[in-house]
């Protein structure tokens, strides 16, 4: 599996001009990793996307104004997103991972 952490898109930036970052973008061919066009994108998503407990309200806020923008970003450019909240954490498999990706066609 062709992957890379920690990926990003030069055009997609918080409020404050920082480049958003997504945990993994998975890659079908090594000339799709090349041009940089993944065939999903994962996030993990820790228990700080949904509950303002270890931030600020304005960090919070800010948290989910990013997560939005990804989203936002993945459905205007057609780019398959996978969101895992931590409550999924224990019941994900790679293969079930996959099956979103859609490798199993």
């Given at each position: 599996?062709?992957?890379?952490?920690?990926?990003?898109?030069?055009?997609?930036?918080?409020?404050?001009?920082?480049?958003?970052?997504?945990?993994?973008?998975?890659f079908?061919?090594?000339?799709?990793?090349?041009?940089?066009?993944?065939?999903?994108?994962?996030?993990?998503?820790?228990?700080?996307?949904?509950?303002?407990?270890?931030?600020s309200?304005?960090?919070?806020?800010?948290q989910?104004?990013?997560?939005?923008?990804?989203?936002?970003?993945?459905?205007?450019?057609?780019?398959?997103?996978?969101?895992?909240?931590?409550?999924?954490?224990?019941?994900?498999?790679?293969?079930?991972?996959?099956?979103?990706?859609?490798?199993?066609?």
């Open positions: 599996i062709l992957y890379v952490t920690e990926f990003s898109f030069p055009d997609l930036k918080s409020d404050r001009g920082n480049l958003l970052r997504f945990d993994f973008a998975i079908e061919t090594p000339e799709d990793l090349e041009m940089e066009h993944p065939k999903a994108l994962i996030e993990l998503q820790g228990e700080q996307h949904f509950k303002q407990k270890f931030t309200r304005e960090a919070f806020a800010r989910q104004a990013n997560d939005k923008r990804k989203r936002q970003y993945c459905a205007v450019k057609g780019y398959k997103l996978i969101a895992i909240p931590y409550t999924e954490y224990n019941s994900m498999t790679l293969d079930s991972i996959l099956e979103q990706c859609q490798f199993f066609d």
